[in-house]
C-alpha cells in the first residue's frame, strides 16, 4: 500500500517535527537525483510543499537537494497514530503498529536507507543499514520467515550500525519480491532492481556436502553448539537446514 512505502520512506530519510501550540511538520530531502521520489510524496500526501536549495557540506561543495515539507495536523496525527517517532528517531525507528504491508513498508525503507546494485560490477547486492535494533531484528525476522535467509549479524564497531547485506540468488529473490510490479519506488533503486534481475550466475555455486539422515536426526535432537562441535558445519548452515527441515522444504 502507498501509504506503508511512504511511512518506510519517511521513517529511514525523513524527519517529523513537533512545536509549541501543536505546530509541526514533515520534511524529507534528497539529492536532486532523486528528484521523482519528492514529486510523488508531493502527489500522494496533499498540502505540501517542494523546494530545492544549494549548500556546501561536509561531503560536498554546491550539492543541490529537493525538500518536500507539509505542515498539516492531520498528516503528523496519522503518522504519530502509527507509532512515527517525532524528532531524532534512527536509535528508536520500528515498523508500523498496526497491520501493514512489509513488501510495501520495507521497499520505501530502502529506497530511503538501503542500496542496490553490484558489487565491482560482478555480484548483485541489495543491503540496508540502521541502528534501531527494532528494524534489524524485523528485517531479519522477514528474511528468514518469508525467504528462509538467515543472517546473524553484529553491529560495526565504527558506527555501531547494522549493515544487512544480501547477494547473489539472495538479494534477486528480496528484490523481485520488493519492487516486481509496485505501485510506486525510487526511479534509481527500481533502475537498479531491473540490471541485477538480469544477472546469471557464471560461476557454480559452491555447496557444501549432502545431509545425511544421521546428521539430520542429530540436529533436530540436540543443540546448536553440540552440532557444531560433532559435524563440523557452521551455525549458519545448521539453523539454515534447521529451519528448511521445519518448513519441509528440504
Excluded at 512515527?84 to 498496526?98: E, L, R, T
Excluded at 510495501?104 to 548483485?124: E, H
Aim: hydrophobic share 35%; proline share 2%.
Amino acid at each position: 500500500m502507498e501509504k506503508d512505502y511512504i511511512y518506510g520512506f519517511l521513517l529511514a530519510d525523513g524527519n517529523l517535527s513537533l512545536y509549541e501550540r501543536n505546530r509541526g511538520e514533515i520534511t524529507a530531502e534528497v539529492s536532486v537525483r532523486d528528484a521523482d521520489i519528492i514529486y510523488k510524496l508531493a502527489k500522494a500526501i496533499p498540502g505540501g510543499k517542494v523546494h530545492t536549495r544549494v549548500r556546501n557540506t561536509n561531503f560536498k561543495k554546491k550539492y543541490e537537494s529537493i525538500m518536500y515539507s507539509n505542515h498539516l495536523l492531520e498528516v503528523r496525527t496519522a503518522l504519530l497514530q502509527r507509532g512515527f517517532p517525532a524528532g531524532k528517531k534512527s536509535n528508536i525507528a520500528d515498523v508500523p503498529n498496526d497491520i501493514y504491508s512489509d513488501k510495501d513498508f520495507w521497499r520505501g525503507f530502502i529506497d530511503g536507507d538501503g542500496s542496490i546494485g553490484y558489487i565491482n560490477n560482478t555480484v548483485p547486492y541489495l543491503s540496508l543499514g540502521t541502528v534501531s535494533e527494532k528494524i534489524c531484528q524485523a528485517y531479519l525476522k522477514l528474511l528468514k520467515e518469508k525467504f528462509g535467509i538467515i543472517k546473524n549479524l553484529h553491529r560495526n564497531k565504527r558506527d555501531n550500525c547494522y549493515n544487512i547485506v544480501l547477494k547473489n540468488e539472495d538479494a534477486i529473490l528480496v528484490a523481485t519480491y520488493l519492487y516486481e510490479d509496485a505501485p510506486i519506488y525510487l526511479n534509481r533503486k527500481y533502475e537498479k532492481y531491473l540490471e541485477i534481475k538480469k544477472w546469471i550466475r557464471t560461476v557454480k555455486k559452491v555447496t557444501r556436502k549432502d545431509w545425511t539422515d544421521e546428521e539430520l536426526d542429530y540436529i533436530t535432537t540436540h543443540s546448536i553448539q553440540e552440532s557444531i562441535e560433532k559435524l563440523h558445519r557452521t551455525e549458519s548452515s545448521i539453523k539454515t537446514k534447521l529451519f528448511r527441515l521445519k518448513t519441509n522444504n528440504k
